[in-house]
């Protein structure tokens, strides 16, 4: 079977930051298509104003063109989004940064959902500039979840060395404690599970759990949430067939390296999780908004105004939104097709009379991890 080659979304996020030269060194180095064709929803403008300060880059431009259909696939296409007043203020947040980046966004969704391109990578926006009757999201995953869907996706931060799971996202951490329930923890496992077997192939995935006060809540002394609301949540898990531990101390679980005995860790709230994350996966980290029917990416760090049109700004993570987006897609095109043509179910008896119960039943997981 011949295998298709993909075509990759890539908005170009906050033009003020540092999206335009990630994308730039990326789509630079000629081997990026040959795993894919790349599609930039930007400007050809931006790009070139990024691009004077970056002698690296040599002779690289864009194809441009009008739709994604007309993608060359030896090539970078860019399809502009934004006018050519565009107006770039490097290093600054501005209304009309939010509304590029809000643009951007739109094009790649309307694609995706014409199933133009087959996959997003969304490059940084600035959560406060894209907000207007138009865009009224927190961010990214929210976005998405509202227009594939409608139900509360998970955000899934991934890299070879760790995948964590939040329960609550873009919460003021005012609000964590009431949005965690024992009925949110076991769909985020739901979906956790579904996501490590159809997205990474990963068979029986073992899922750990956080606690949410410090200590696992020292047996309700330093909270009730533990014994009330998570621990049964792992029960319910465990009942449905999900492999879930816990709850574990985030300080002990990251600090003596006990995520790696697990294939994805779920925590209760954004800090909790990325902060480790961050630290552990150093410029190789991506955002993945597992649960939905499209397939969404994204770099692990923010807009970084701060070194914005220095030309230092390391494109890894980018790389690797790319290479995670191109994978979950191959990944789900050959489950999806074992689950329609699934191998028919052999009996003892067809296997023989010499073959044990043992050899052919699954085994159990233990119960005590760490």
């Not at 500039?129 to 955000?155: C, I, R, W």
């Not at 899922?207 to 029960?235: Q, R, T, W």
Request: hydrophobic share 40%; glycine share 8%; aromatic share 8%.
């Amino acid at each position: 079977m011949i295998e298709k080659k993909l075509k990759i979304g890539i908005t170009h996020g906050d033009i003020n930051g540092i999206s335009y030269e990630i994308i730039l060194k990326v789509l630079s180095d000629n081997r990026i298509c040959e795993l894919c064709t790349p599609i930039v929803y930007g400007s050809n403008k931006v790009a070139g104003f990024y691009k004077r300060n970056m002698e690296e880059l040599g002779n690289f431009s864009f194809n441009v063109i009008q739709s994604a259909s007309d993608a060359q696939s030896k090539r970078a296409n860019l399809i502009n989004c934004i006018d050519d007043n565009v107006k770039i203020d490097v290093g600054k947040s501005t209304p009309l940064a939010g509304q590029y980046a809000v643009a951007s966004l739109n094009a790649a969704m309307k694609d995706l959902n014409d199933e133009l391109i087959d996959a997003v990578v969304t490059c940084p926006i600035n959560k406060a500039n894209v907000q207007s009757d138009q865009f009224d999201f927190v961010g990214h995953t929210e976005y998405f979840a509202s227009n594939f869907g409608g139900k509360t996706p998970l955000m899934f931060m991934v890299s070879d060395r760790l995948k964590v799971g939040l329960v609550t996202i873009h919460e003021p951490f005012i609000k964590v404690t009431p949005r965690i329930s024992t009925e949110s923890i076991l769909e985020k496992l739901r979906l956790m599970k579904q996501s490590l077997k159809r997205d990474f192939n990963i068979r029986e995935p073992k899922i750990a759990v956080l606690s949410l006060n410090p200590h696992a809540g020292d047996c309700g002394l330093l909270g009730k949430e533990e014994e009330e609301i998570i621990i049964p949540a792992i029960n319910s898990a465990k009942y449905e067939g999900i492999m879930a531990f816990g709850p574990f101390g985030a300080d002990g679980f990251f600090g003596h390296g006990h995520y790696a005995r697990f294939d994805a860790t779920l925590a209760m709230y954004h800090d909790q999780g990325l902060i480790p994350f961050k630290i552990l996966s150093g410029d190789d980290g991506v955002n993945y908004t597992a649960g939905l029917s499209v397939i969404r990416t994204s770099p692990s760090h923010g807009v970084a105004y701060d070194i914005a049109g220095k030309n230092i700004a390391d494109e890894s993570s980018l790389r690797q939104a790319i290479y995670t987006a191109i994978d979950i897609c191959r990944n789900r095109s050959i489950n999806d097709e074992i689950s329609a043509n699934p191998l028919p179910f052999y009996s003892k008896e067809s296997w023989g009379a010499d073959v044990s119960a043992s050899e052919i039943k699954s085994t159990e997981p233990e119960e005590e991890i760490l």
